[in-house]
């Protein structure tokens, strides 16, 4: 089921969706700060409709998820670390088109290049340590969430405030972790 997406001739069409959406995003988010949803919930939909013409209900079940899997740590970095609620959406919905095995690939040169972003970003504004202490504390926050299983109030104490947080334009990391990505399935295709 989770190779649905990408075992098939039209993988040029999901990765040149995701390509253009996530361009978009990144020049969206370099001038206002924000991915919009007229763009997110189109998308997703999209992508739904047409993993499951593709592959009917594996299809669908391999969209859902790649959504899932693209989306989660996106998800729980907004909700433990300030991240965009845009980014999150922006990276479930190109899951969706990518499907578990592709989505993967992306998750990957997408984190290493918001990674790299975030440092850099860091360096130059030679606000490095206090964001590798608010990377610290998310982390901390993180563990005791999942070891409260949820249940207990105390994470968010942990939390750094909105005001210590750096804010990055990611859609310029998503950006250019999907062309890494893309690149990357293209070429091993190819061989």
Known sequence: MFLTLWDHAAFPVQWSVVFGASLIGAVTDLGSGRI????????????????GCLGGLAGLGDALAGCLLLATPYVLLFVFGGGGAGD???????????????????LVAVTASGLILAVGFALAKRRLRPALANLSRMAATALVFVCARGRSAEYSSLLASTGEMQTIPYGVGIFVGVCLAAGGTFAWRAI
């Not at 919009?36 to 993993?51: M, S």
């Not at 919905?93 to 499907?99: I, P, Q, R, S």
Request: hydrophobic content about 65%.
């Open 88 to 106: 999150a959406k922006l990276m479930g919905a190109m899951g969706a088109w990518l499907g578990v095995v592709n989505g993967a690939v992306a």
């Open 36 to 51: 919009p949803n007229w763009l997110t919930f189109p998308i997703l939909i999209g992508g739904l409709v047409w993993a």
